[in-house]
């Protein structure tokens, strides 16, 4: 009789978990387009964007973010001396 009960609550916390869960990952994505749509405001930002993401594809190093981190710095160094 006990084992019945723990298995309902079990599952009506497990439903409730997911909801929060599917909260969370919308807020998350709601956050992400809003920063994207103050980051890309330019053709520089947006190239910028698509080549990390490409980079981040194609190579799957533990120090791409390093990599893709310094040649963003210095392109857009290189761009603002320009």
């Given at each position: 009789m006990r084992s019945?009960?723990?298995k309902i609550f079990l599952k009506t916390v497990r439903t409730f978990l997911d909801g929060i869960t599917a909260g969370v990952a919308g807020l998350i994505a709601a956050d992400v387009l809003d920063i994207l749509g103050q980051i890309l405001i330019s053709k520089l930002t947006i190239g910028i964007f698509i080549a990390s993401l490409v980079f981040l594809f194609l190579y799957k190093?533990?120090?791409a973010i390093i990599w893709i981190v310094l040649m963003g710095g210095l392109l857009s160094?290189?761009?603002s001396v320009i």
């Open positions: 019945f009960f723990i190093s533990p120090y160094t290189i761009v």
